[in-house]
């Protein structure tokens, strides 16, 4: 079992910045794909970005192309704990924010909900314009 829970989240004006954190518990978190996802009121739940091991030492990113060039997700093996920088910050990043997570041990990006198994509870974030 994975429990995740999320930090960071806040109101920020249009382009600020915020640095989400999710911390992990359980045991081989390097051996975890790691995601973010955000939900909108009325929308359903998107793909915003996903770490995951990509060989050797090394996890690639993945993102959504709407955050493409604004936010970079990171992960710390050792801490068990993944981030995700947001930067340029828009109104349209409005949404409760949720840390996600699968075991993973082959080289794979998930970019669908469903493809993950453990989920936090999720932390706001409102971007004012």
């Known amino acids: 079992q994975v429990q995740l829970v999320e930090s960071g989240g806040g109101l920020v004006q249009a382009g600020g910045s915020l640095r989400l954190s999710c911390a992990a518990s359980?045991?081989?978190?390097?051996?975890?794909?790691m995601g973010w996802f955000r939900q909108a009121p009325g929308k359903e739940r998107e793909f915003v970005a996903t770490?995951?091991?990509?060989?050797?030492?090394?996890?690639?990113?993945k993102y959504a192309d709407s955050v493409k060039g604004r936010f970079t997700i990171s992960r710390d093996n050792a801490k068990k704990m993944v981030y995700l920088q947001m930067n340029s910050l828009k109104p349209e990043d409005t949404a409760v924010y949720y840390c996600?997570?699968?075991?993973?041990?082959?080289?794979?990006?998930?970019?669908?909900?469903?493809?993950?198994?453990?989920w936090g509870q999720g932390t706001q974030v409102t971007v004012s314009s």
């Open positions: 359980g045991r081989t978190f390097s051996n975890y794909a």
């Open positions: 770490t995951s091991w990509s060989g050797g030492n090394t996890y690639s990113g």
């Open positions: 996600a997570a699968r075991e993973s041990t082959v080289y794979s990006a998930y970019y669908a909900p469903d493809e993950y198994d453990y």
